[in-house]
């Protein structure tokens, strides 16, 4: 078995071995992972497309995964095949692209904190305007069902927000006037659900209603739920992170470059 002198004696550095084979592990890992999306979010698509009602309003998750999916299959490909082949080209491709990547979310991450109220008040108008818009925008309602029922909340600031949805308008017809969507409801696991259980909720006031839907807005529940778990957001974004930080901090080529510069 060839050891570290070996290498040497062949001009192979060890250290650029070592930055060869985990960037190829790291880019064929990412690169796997994004075929993978790419496959859901085309099944995701073809679903949608065959079931949709009307354009939506919020970017579908389904073109999410789409992009996603593409980007990271196709920057993890020229990661991948630049460190196995060696080829400058595609792997400065890859590592700019990276640069590019964390720089913006840097960016993001930056400007939401600097500005976190306005960007509070935009998430909080737009949430608003996919109620209005709910029965319309089906990718969209079963977003904001699940996070209901998964975060006790009702609406976007609060659960009188449903009254500039059309169908619960206190001044529109048909039985869900007035009213919020079941998911709005108290429901013990087991319960049988009770579609109409939100009727004529929404003129009267929360202390007449906490006990049959939640009052709380869901932009302030999952604000909270994101503070009240501060370390799981912060490794989420460390592992989004570290990762492409690894890609960025230099290639094979590079480090090979520094090898011949340092045995001259």
């Known amino acids: 078995m060839c050891g570290t002198s070996c290498l040497r004696h062949r001009g192979i550095h060890p250290g650029y071995l070592m930055l060869k084979l985990t960037l190829g592990v790291l880019a064929t890992f990412f690169w796997l992972v994004g075929l993978i999306i790419l496959c859901i979010g085309i099944y995701a698509e073809v679903e949608r497309q065959q079931n949709k009602t009307m354009d939506s309003f919020f970017i579908a998750p389904a073109v999410i995964l789409l992009l996603l999916g593409v980007s990271m299959f196709t920057v993890s490909f020229?990661?991948?095949?630049?460190?196995?082949?060696?080829?400058?080209?595609?792997?400065?491709?890859?590592?700019?692209?990276?640069?590019?990547?964390?720089?913006?979310?840097?960016?993001?991450?930056?400007?939401?904190?600097?500005?976190?109220?306005?960007?509070?008040?935009?998430?909080k108008a737009n949430v608003r305007e996919g109620i209005k818009h709910y029965y319309d925008d089906l990718d969209f309602k079963?977003?904001?069902?699940?996070?209901?029922?998964?975060?006790?909340?009702?609406?976007?600031?609060?659960?009188k927000d449903w009254n500039v949805n059309q169908y619960h308008a206190c001044d529109a017809p048909?039985?869900?006037?007035?009213?919020?969507?079941?998911?709005?409801?108290?429901?013990?696991?087991?319960?049988?659900?009770?579609?109409?259980?939100g009727y004529q909720t929404l003129h009267k006031e929360r202390f007449d209603v906490d006990r049959i839907i939640y009052v709380r807005?869901?932009?302030?529940?999952?604000?909270?739920?994101?503070?009240?778990?501060?370390?799981?957001?912060?490794?989420?974004?460390?592992?989004?992170?570290?990762?492409?930080?690894?890609?960025?901090?230099?290639?094979?080529?590079?480090?090979?470059?520094?090898?011949?510069?340092?045995?001259r």
């Open 217 to 263: 807005g869901c932009v302030d529940a999952v604000g909270l739920w994101v503070e009240d778990n501060i370390g799981i957001t912060v490794g989420l974004l460390a592992a989004l992170l570290l990762p492409q930080n690894s890609g960025t901090s230099g290639t094979p080529e590079e480090e090979k470059e520094e090898d011949r510069k340092t045995e």
């Open 78 to 123: 020229a990661g991948m095949v630049g460190a196995l082949r060696d080829n400058r080209l595609l792997l400065k491709v890859f590592k700019w692209t990276l640069v590019t990547v964390v720089v913006l979310q840097l960016i993001f991450i930056i400007v939401s904190l600097l500005c976190q109220n306005k960007v509070l008040l935009l998430f």
């Open 142 to 159: 079963n977003i904001l069902d699940r996070i209901q029922v998964k975060f006790s909340c009702c609406g976007g600031d609060e659960y």
């Open 174 to 197: 048909g039985p869900s006037a007035c009213g919020v969507p079941y998911t709005c409801c108290m429901n013990k696991q087991g319960d049988v659900i009770n579609t109409q259980c």
